[in-house]
């Protein structure tokens, strides 16, 4: 608690990074080539993974930015929980292609890998691994427009991204305002084809976020009002996408869920669901939601000797309180 001269309690400071347009609403990312010519590019490059190189949605956008007169392109080797060492060799081609601004196509990986790829371009001087932690990236990147098609990360508006370093079998998070991208389009839409396994482990990752947002000793009195909404709209949604992919309004609520969790772990911080699922991502390539959902209860169940009085605003957000729980 911080007082005032006065002994007035003050709020908890707290600083807040978005990207300067976040854009919700089904069928937006048809708008990706308009916003990436308002950002100035001539040459924009499109950042998949494998599967996303070979959808309709991108021939779209790529046909979409050419008739709006620029000259795109599309590099679609983003792998799973992607090693540091993949952003080298998109960063060269990057360069090599004069490429002017980053759209990410796909999940958290080729979200993370865009945001970070187009930092790299332009502080050529500083390798990945010397960012890792709090702000130490130099200067901003090429701008970056993010599209979601999976709701999980909250890479569209987090200052995070995580990379699999594979000598040391670790995976490590860098965090900085630089790697907030400029434009977020998130369009639910991109989800209604989501497989139930991804669906589930995605959305049980957006569930983590806003339970450790709301937790962590990060956190202030904003992250707390985000990660609540976020863990209300994703316990009343997430078992619907995964069991009826195709109802549209529960795919709206959980993508919706899943940014605001990305906007208050951006804040808050992440805690130790996420330290323990890291080792597990990068010495056995355990996928980042499965991890954390096997680690969520026995980490939960530690945590509530240390601040029982937080579980009932959680367990309220869910749906399930019940009077008795506040005597346990
Ligand atoms: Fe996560």
Known sequence: ??????????????KFRMPK?????SGCSCLAPEKALQLGSERPLFITGKNMAKSKNLAGLMDKSSELGMNPGHWGKVEPEPPVELLEKAVEYIIRGNYDCLIALGGGSSMDFAKMAAVMAKNR???????????????????????????????EVSAVA???????????????RFLVADIALVDPELTLDLPPDITAASGMDA??????????????PFTQDLALIAISKISAN??????????????EAQSYGSMIAGMAFSMSGTAGVHAMAYPLGGQYHVPHGEANTALLRW???YNLEGCEEKFIP????????????SDC
Do not use: W
């Not at 911080?2 to 707290?14: A, G, H, T, V």
């Not at 997430?238 to 795919?251: F, I």
């Open 1 to 14: 608690m911080i007082l005032s001269k006065n002994n007035i309690d003050l709020m908890k400071p707290f």
């Open 21 to 25: 347009e976040v854009i919700f609403e």
């Open 125 to 155: 001087e500083i390798k990945a691994g010397d960012m890792v932690g709090s702000e130490k990236i130099p200067q901003k990147g090429l701008p970056t427009i993010m599209i979601p098609t999976t709701s999980g990360s909250g890479s």
């Open 162 to 176: 995580v990379f699999s370093f594979s000598e040391e079998k670790m995976k490590k998070g860098i965090s900085s």
């Open 207 to 220: 569930l983590v976020h806003g339970v450790e947002a709301f937790l962590s000793l990060g956190t202030n």
């Open 238 to 251: 997430l078992a619907e996408c995964v069991l009826n992919g195709k109802n549209l309004g529960a795919r």
């Open 299 to 301: 980490v939960m169940e």
């Open 314 to 325: 959680i367990a309220k957000a869910m749906g399930v309180y019940e009077p008795s729980m």
